[in-house]
DNA sequence: CATACATATGATCATATGCTCATATGCTCA
DNA sequence: TGAGCATATGAGCATATGATCATATGTATG
């Protein structure tokens, strides 16, 4: 079934037996391709701005839009990804939706990542 | 110095206080542009399993290329900006060159990851 | 229900990114 | 030292991505 998977890469494989430890260990498919998005999510100067600012306080998309010196409509579609992939939620007061984070992951990541950099 | 900045978005802005506050938590550009940097690196489906797959053993391009079914080339790229960016180290013995993780964060990253994807 | 405002969405364009091929470098050993 | 393997690097191409403009949806309020 995955015998093929073996010989893609024509190259000398040096060390079978990592390689397959490898292979047991690895993400499924699955996991792996949200894992991805997820990081890719975080991955944007201002997707990034948006979700720290979202940490403290609750914001509105003109909010954002004045914070980050960008349109409302280029605010709002970075929101919909981040919604889309759960890390923001938003409740709604009349006609302003009020945005937050989802959970404490997203903070998590950014701070695990300031400590990675200020190493 | 940054009145200016207080007007880049022409919509009315509704709280004041929110962005001002949300302005004094910010990170500095120079930060901000580093995490931003991290996550791409790990935004990635090839460069996500190479780090994954270093979390535990050591492997070499060639090991890589063959778990990953692309060409060394392509690993060594990727190789290259984990380096630049210190997710990654090697050790030469011989003309091998072994690669290994930098340090605990990024399968501290990858870790968080998944607990939000599995919820 | 008509107007105004808050947000969402679609289309488009410029730039960024990842892969491959071709070639260069570095190391070992005969 | 020269042949051969392991890795690195540069160029080029195809695709992905983010910003904006134009327009649509949705909500309150007169």
Redesign the interface.
């Known amino acids: 079934m995955d015998s093929n998977?073996?010989d893609?890469?024509l190259?000398?494989?040096?060390?079978h037996e990592?390689?397959n430890?490898?292979?047991k260990?690895?993400?499924k498919e699955g996991?792996?391709?949200?894992?991805?998005q997820?990081?890719?999510a975080?991955?944007?100067?201002t997707r990034?701005?948006i979700l720290?600012?979202l940490?403290?306080?609750?914001?509105?998309v003109?909010?954002l839009?004045?914070?980050l010196?960008?349109?409302?409509s280029a605010v709002s579609h970075q929101l919909r990804l981040l919604r889309q992939l759960?890390l923001v939620t938003n409740r709604r007061q009349g006609a302003?939706l009020y945005y937050r984070l989802n959970?404490h992951?997203?903070h998590?990541?950014?701070s695990?990542?300031?400590?990675?950099?200020?190493?």
Chains 1, 2 share one sequence.
Do not use: N, P, S
């Open positions: 998977q073996e893609i890469c190259c000398r494989v040096i060390h990592r390689i430890q490898a292979r260990e690895a993400l996991e792996l391709e949200k894992t991805v997820l990081f890719k975080m991955a944007d100067h990034c701005r720290w600012a940490t403290e306080v609750e914001m509105c003109c909010d839009a004045a914070l010196g960008i349109t409302e759960q302003i959970d992951h997203v998590q990541l950014i695990v990542a300031l400590e990675h950099i200020r190493e």
